[in-house]
């Protein structure tokens, strides 16, 4: 089918079309006459999302964002945010909607609480403004100052179920994380008692850095005896001090005798003598630090063997000690961590910020957000030239018409030979008329004549 044919039959079947969008639209005006007007008001809130948070400094941000959004948005229609609204408005006490529930059909098994809590839902709308995060809650009602106040209500329950949600939350997990620590103290206290116990058990005491007393006087001893010994300086003996005190005399006689003089000669055989005494004893003082240093190097090396034989006969011991030692350290790393996610919940719980924050009073727009007149009367216009259409060819297809070629080519299967122009319907009328005037007149002409 052509859009030729296709137009063709709209043409011809115009009176259903006319007809069904006429009807829509008297159904649609008549909607408007007795549809009750009602109003939506708006409160709005924003949700700090790149704000870190007060306790743990964290933030939403990236893919979480979207996830958070679409939490926060549910959460709004929830039945807890309901059931806090209907609370605080009091309706579980108002008699008009106590005999309304009463009155509800058989099917329906929801409690009072659920069933007006469901009431405000089916009237709540939460939606993000588009490229901001502000938040904005809506509520519908048949009176604006009703819509405004429910939507401030809803407001507020919603801040409060989230501020409860979180405490309660931060308050369960402060508990686990509470007798999560209990168990890693008993099981640090056990590991440390473990530990005295094998050191009492085989004599050995490991310090803080992992090091037993006994690998820490092995260092020690293997680095006194890569150092060389000094030589122990002796104070000065009385034949340097002799000697001393002869250089001292036969200065001062030089200058007052000459080089020849008895005295200063005898002064100076006797310096001679007094300096052979003095390095026969400086050799004996070497001797006897050389036998004193080769003495504590002989010592020292039997300490370190000794203490090298013990180390190494420990090592398996030392080894589990070390192990043990480890276990401790790992049971006080974790009871300290699990001790500061403890407090970290306790901080978080007290807290009284939920990352929300308030933008005024809800507000009402001045005329009735329903029924929407311009909606209402451009979608009956619509629908009706809609049904028209459907029909028009629902009766075109059980009552098929040949009004131009296409159409007989598409419904004989055979050559056109020609086509025949049909007659102008004035023509026609006219010529009926003469032919009438032409039969008539004898009859006329011969009763004039009579």
């Not at 709308?125 to 939507?151: C, D, H, L, Q, W």
């Not at 530990?195 to 058990?201: G, H, N």
Request: charged content about 20%; proline content about 4%; hydrophobic content about 45%.
């Amino acid at each position: 089918m052509s859009i030729f044919q296709f137009l063709r039959i709209l043409w011809a079947r115009r009176l259903i079309i006319l007809a069904a969008t006429i009807s829509c639209l008297i159904g649609g005006f008549a909607y408007l006459t007795v549809a009750p007007p009602s109003w939506t008001a708006t409160s709005r809130v924003t949700m700090n999302l790149l704000k870190p948070d007060p306790v743990t400094g964290a933030f939403v941000g990236g893919a979480s964002v979207k996830t958070y959004i679409a939490t926060q948005t549910a959460l709004i229609r929830d039945y807890t945010v309901a059931g806090k609204v209907a609370e605080e408005l009091g309706w579980l006490s108002d008699p008009g909607l106590i005999r309304a529930y009463r009155n509800r059909s058989a099917q329906d098994t929801r409690d009072f609480r659920h069933w007006l809590a469901d009431n405000v839902i089916g009237r709540t709308t939460a939606t993000v403004v588009a490229g901001s995060n502000i938040m904005e809650i809506g509520y519908t009602a048949a009176k604006p100052e009703e819509a405004r106040a429910i939507a401030d209500a809803l407001r507020r329950a919603y801040m409060d179920v989230s501020l409860s949600t979180r405490r309660e939350e931060a308050l369960k997990n402060a508990a686990w994380f509470s007798q999560q620590a209990e168990r890693a103290r008993a099981k640090l206290e056990a590991a440390a008692q473990g530990v005295a116990k094998y050191e009492r058990e085989n004599g050995l005491v490991m310090a803080d850095d992992k090091t037993d007393v006994d690998t820490a006087r092995l260092r020690t001893l293997a680095g006194a005896a890569d150092v060389n010994i000094p030589t122990v300086i002796q104070p000065a003996s009385g034949s340097q001090q002799q000697l001393a005190s002869m250089d001292a005399q036969i200065a001062d006689a030089a200058k007052t005798l000459g080089p020849n003089h008895p005295q200063l000669q005898a002064l100076r055989a006797q310096r001679a003598s007094m300096a052979q005494v003095v390095a026969r004893e400086a050799a004996e003082r070497e001797s006897a630090n050389a036998r004193a240093n080769a003495l504590r190097a002989g010592a020292v090396q039997a300490q370190l063997s000794q203490q090298k034989a013990k180390v190494i006969g420990e090592r398996e011991k030392l080894a589990r000690l070390t192990q043990l030692q480890s276990e401790v350290v790992a049971l006080r790393a974790q009871y300290d961590n699990t001790q500061a996610r403890v407090a970290q919940l306790e901080m978080e719980a007290a807290v009284g910020d939920v990352g929300i924050s308030t933008l005024g009073q809800a507000t009402v727009p001045s005329s009735p957000t329903s029924p929407n007149k311009p909606l209402i009367v451009m979608g009956s216009l619509a629908l009706g030239l809609g049904t028209g259409v459907m029909l028009a060819l629902l009766v075109e297809l059980f009552a098929r018409r040949v009004r131009s070629p296409e159409d007989l080519r598409h419904a004989v299967d055979a050559p056109m030979l020609a086509v025949i122009s049909s007659p102008n319907r004035l023509n026609v009328r006219s010529i009926a008329g003469r032919a009438s005037r032409q039969v008539n007149w004898p009859t006329r002409r011969k009763a004039v004549q009579g």
